[in-house]
């Protein structure tokens, strides 16, 4: 079955009073691109933590967020250095007198400074720790992975109606075609005949000009290839794989054949299927863009 690119989910892990949260949200994108955002404690752990997105996902922007709330994330290795803080006070301190401000000094002004805490990364995260922001992103794949797939569902089925409604037309188009072409054989025999009435003319020869110009006006081989794409396409959806950039191959490769049918149609109602068929046509067009 094929996804989406779009979705949302959200994973939660509780250990020892400590709880880990993950959300992980998922948009459109030619490629996979993952953005994570970790309290300092993980930071060290970012490529462990990408490699578990990577891994259930080939395409799309991708943001996660991890926050973690509880005293055990005390032993993941943040410090505070209260001497450099105390530096800060002073030169601060220092720097309101000069300027004779008189507002206080708060404390998450002293945390704009990012070295007051720092993560010791040569310090590893429990494991307890670790297992439970493993366990919370986990969750959160699963969840999103599931939301992704309904969506998906929900295009695939959507694709497949305009696929048929393709066929219904090429299938038409076709076949009044055929009648056309053979249509257009006889005038143009008959239209020549008469302008040479009085002039000894090669038969063969001319049946042969005859046919070459009503080819022109057959949509028979389009119309074959235009079935053969529909097919394919049918076919990619069912894979269940990750064929997003195909199935736009197929709609561009559509709309070229939509487009030669077009120039070909002598007929009004060929040219008015035709301006339906390139409307379905521009509908998979966008549909296709949020698959995976």
């Known amino acids: 079955m094929i996804a989406s690119m779009t979705g949302f989910g959200r994973g939660e892990s509780k250990h020892n009073g400590m709880v880990v949260s993950a959300e992980i949200r998922s948009l459109n994108h030619r490629f996979l691109d993952v953005e994570l955002h970790l309290p300092k404690s993980l930071c060290a752990f970012e490529r462990e933590l990408k490699g578990i997105i990577s891994s259930g996902l080939s395409r799309g922007k991708v943001n996660a967020t991890i926050m973690i709330k509880g005293e055990e994330i005390a032993s993941a290795g943040l410090t505070i250095d209260k001497k450099l803080a ?9 720097l309101k007198d000069d300027l004779k401000i008189d507002d206080s000094i708060k404390l998450e002004q002293l945390l704009n400074f990012p070295d007051i805490i720092t993560v010791d990364t040569s310090k590893e995260l429990d494991e307890t720790v670790w297992a439970a ?25 959507d694709l497949e109606s305009r696929v048929a409604a393709i066929e219904d037309k090429i299938v038409t188009i076709e076949s009044s075609s055929k009648e056309k072409s053979k249509e257009e054989f006889e005038k143009l025999k008959k239209r020549v005949e008469e302008l040479a009435s009085s002039e000894i003319i090669n038969e063969g020869r001319l049946e042969m000009e005859i046919a070459l110009i009503a080819e022109k006006v057959d949509t028979t081989e389009e119309c074959i290839r235009f079935k053969s794409h529909n097919k394919l396409f049918l076919e990619l959806l069912k894979n269940g794989k990750s064929e997003g950039r195909k199935l736009n191959f197929l709609v561009q490769e559509m709309h070229r054949e939509a ?21 379905e046509v521009e509908k998979l067009r966008e549909q296709i863009q949020n698959i995976e």
């Open 86 to 94: 105390t530096t800060y006070i002073k030169l601060l301190n220092e």
């Open 259 to 279: 487009n030669t049918i077009g120039s070909k149609a002598n007929d009004a109602s060929i040219a008015h299927l035709v301006v339906g068929i390139k409307e």
């Open 133 to 157: 922001v493993k366990t919370a992103i986990e969750l959160a794949m699963v969840d999103l992975k599931d939301m992704r797939l309904k969506e998906g569902l929900e295009i695939n089925n």
